[in-house]
């Protein structure tokens, strides 16, 4: 075999380089007008999912680039504002009509009060109390200023126990568990109204109910609101936490829109934590508020800042 045969000539040494000088500026092209087309749009993908309607920017979609992207950005950002100014309009006008409603139902009520049938004044009451707690219910979904309180170190056991003792005040078994003092970072009145919900659904459905607190050694916390009711059935956890969802085959509702859990909801994940529903054993529910340490508090805050 004659291995000179097989030998590369400078000749095609030089085509190769002369090819490859032809076709790499054009791959670099190619590469680059790829990165400038999918950029854009990557940006886009990631700007829809993480839009909420009632946060962030007022124009979340970024408006540069080429024309066509500039464009594309210019009407998202357009829609972006016309569908927050219908659930804003939406917003106001539920929570006038809620709001306006007291008037009557007080006026409503202080002419029941004087009936002097016994029988129908309380049908009557109840019916009463049942419309004013919707009426507050929605209010304060509609609010959803749980992100405007200013943030506090709290003792924890002591907001706790508030809410525990105003339901065993009205005659309620409720009972708290967890230690005595334990400051936390916290939007108080947001979070106790959450608490507050859980031990109220709580009620509604059993004659007992435990709330406890637990701080786990990097000092995050959960928080546990279980009674003795029913319970309801796995497949339903996750829609009990959408609102107005009411699953009265499992739980008869003394009233209310079905707002309870989505107010818990929103105002456990306003401070970056979770809300976890499991049956408990042998009969009842378990609703979980898990919290994050003050330490990762900080670092989620300024995440979600940038």
């Known amino acids: 075999m004659n291995v000179g045969s097989y030998r590369i000539t400078d000749r095609e040494i030089s085509d190769f380089l002369a090819t490859m000088a032809m076709f790499v500026p054009v791959i670099l092209l190619s590469l680059y007008g790829s990165r400038m087309i999918a950029s854009p749009l990557q940006r886009f993908s990631q700007a829809a999912r993480d839009l909420d309607p009632d946060k962030g920017p007022e124009r979340p979609f970024e408006e540069r680039g080429p024309p066509e992207i500039r464009t594309l950005a210019k009407s998202l950002n357009d829609m972006r504002s016309r569908v927050r100014g219908m659930i804003e309009a939406r917003t106001r006008m539920l929570r006038a009509i809620s709001h ?17 049938e016994p029988s129908l004044r309380d049908a009557l009451l109840a019916d ?31 907001l706790i126990n508030t809410a525990s003792h105003d339901f065993a005040d009205m ?14 970072p916290c939007r108080p009145h947001a979070l106790k109204r959450a608490i507050a919900n859980l031990v109220d ?20 916390i959960s928080i546990s609101v279980t009674d003795d009711g029913p319970g309801i059935p796995a497949e339903f956890h996750a829609d009990v936490l959408e609102p107005f969802y009411k699953l009265d085959s499992a739980r008869n509702d003394r009233g209310g829109f079905g707002l309870g859990l989505s107010i818990v909801k929103d105002v456990v994940e306003s401070h970056f934590g979770t809300l976890t529903l499991e049956n408990a ?19 989620l805050a300024n995440a979600n800042a940038g």
Not at 203 to 209: N, Q
């Open 201 to 220: 659904n709580g009620t509604k459905f059993a004659r007992h109910v435990n709330v406890e607190l637990r701080v786990k050694p990097d000092l995050a």
């Open 100 to 116: 306006d409603l007291r008037t009557p139902l007080t006026r409503l009520r202080l002419r029941t009060e004087r009936s002097s």
């Open 171 to 184: 005659g309620y078994s409720v009972a708290y568990h967890g230690p005595d003092r334990f400051a936390y």
């Open 281 to 299: 054993t042998p009969r009842g529910l378990t609703a979980e508020i898990n919290l994050p340490s003050p330490d990762s508090i900080h670092m």
């Open 128 to 158: 009463i109390d049942a419309l004013t707690l919707m009426i507050e219910e929605t209010l304060v979904y509609l609010r959803k200023d749980t992100s405007k309180e200013t943030q506090l170190r709290a003792d924890l056991p002591s």
